[in-house]
């Protein structure tokens, strides 16, 4: 049964270990029952699943998705854990822990090896200073996903799924909604932590397209185009992708292309959708 979610338990595991929090690996343990439940709830764990968690910790959150998923992998880059894992999860016989950095990781054979290829779902708390870098990583690796649900910082939620034209809409909102469709679950408090952090947090769950809800002919011109769009982001398209070196047009192509996409001239990459910086990106690359 999982019981690491009560606060005292956690405590307990780490007197007996003489646990030191990393500061460098951003560690913030889980000590809310309600919450864990809600984590898997959303996350849709069924015993079909094969989950791959991400920086499992002591194993609190490790211990209820065995309970409900098939099988479940769960990587953690501090090697100080690895025997407290191996303590917390000895009851349950469907974990495999590996001690690796997720970032280093060729998720497209680890899916692979581990479960034949087919789709898997993500579950995890996330370090706060490189949630970005490790979502995008999964997507970018074309791995099979079912879903990814992740505790992150309650901003950076927002702004994964801010619509066009709010203040927290920008390049990690397209590249995220170009993946997959997101929606925020849960607002966790910094009490349900510890250490607690410094920040609000939330829990998004991410559901993988399984086809890209846009038709663009090249992925990697449409992300450069978005990022010279925000890069300035109170300036205007036109000369947002005018000062870019990710950008090799003349002013006059670039003026051409907007029009072509049948926006004013004066737009602002903040108002274009995903749909309009794909079909920009496609009306670019045929020049």
């Known amino acids: 049964m999982a019981t690491l979610g009560i606060p005292a338990n956690t405590i307990a595991v780490l007197q007996k270990y003489n646990f030191n929090f990393q500061k460098k690996f951003g560690q913030n343990f889980l000590i809310d029952p309600h919450v864990l439940e809600k984590i898997i709830d959303a996350a849709g764990v069924t015993d079909e699943d094969f989950v791959l968690?991400?920086?499992?910790?002591?194993?609190?959150?490790?211990?209820?998705?065995?309970?409900?998923?098939?099988?479940?992998?769960?990587?953690?880059?501090?090697?100080?854990?690895?025997?407290?894992?191996?303590?917390?999860?000895?009851?349950?016989?469907?974990?495999?822990?590996?001690?690796?950095?997720?970032?280093?990781?060729?998720?497209?054979?680890?899916?692979?090896?581990?479960?034949?290829?087919?789709?898997?779902?993500?579950?995890?708390?996330?370090?706060?200073?490189?949630?970005?870098?490790?979502?995008?990583?999964?997507?970018?690796?074309?791995?099979?996903?079912?879903?990814?649900?992740?505790?992150?910082q309650k901003e950076v939620a927002d702004r994964m799924q801010a619509a066009p034209g709010t203040k927290d809409y920008g390049a990690l909102s397209l590249a995220i909604q170009y993946y997959a469709s997101p929606?925020?679950?849960?607002?966790?408090?910094?009490?349900?932590?510890?250490?607690?952090?410094?920040?609000?947090?939330?829990?998004?769950?991410?559901?993988?397209?399984?086809?890209?809800?846009?038709?663009?002919?090249?992925?990697?011109?449409?992300?450069?185009?978005?990022?010279?769009?925000?890069?300035q982001r109170r300036k205007t398209l036109a000369n947002g992708l005018n000062n870019s070196p990710e950008i090799n047009l003349s002013k006059e192509e670039i003026?051409?292309?907007?029009?072509?996409?049948?926006?004013?001239?004066?737009?602002?990459?903040?108002t274009l959708t995903l749909e309009q910086f794909a079909r920009l990106s496609n009306i670019i690359k045929s020049k």
């Open 53 to 152: 968690e991400i920086g499992p910790g002591i194993g609190t959150m490790t211990q209820y998705l065995c309970e409900a998923a098939r099988h479940v992998a769960a990587v953690e880059i501090d090697r100080n854990l690895i025997p407290i894992l191996e303590d917390t999860l000895k009851e349950y016989k469907n974990v495999t822990v590996l001690n690796e950095d997720i970032l280093k990781l060729d998720i497209g054979s680890f899916a692979k090896e581990q479960n034949h290829g087919e789709p898997m779902r993500v579950v995890a708390n996330l370090p706060y200073y490189i949630t970005t870098p490790i979502i995008m990583g999964l997507f970018e690796s074309h791995a099979p996903l079912k879903s990814i649900t992740v505790m992150v």
């Open 183 to 231: 929606k925020i679950v849960a607002n966790v408090p910094p009490n349900c932590f510890m250490p607690r952090p410094k920040v609000g947090s939330a829990v998004i769950h991410l559901v993988h397209h399984e086809k890209a809800p846009v038709l663009v002919e090249d992925e990697r011109l449409m992300f450069r185009l978005i990022r010279a769009s925000f890069n």
């Open 255 to 270: 003026l051409e292309s907007i029009e072509e996409l049948g926006v004013p001239l004066t737009v602002r990459g903040e």
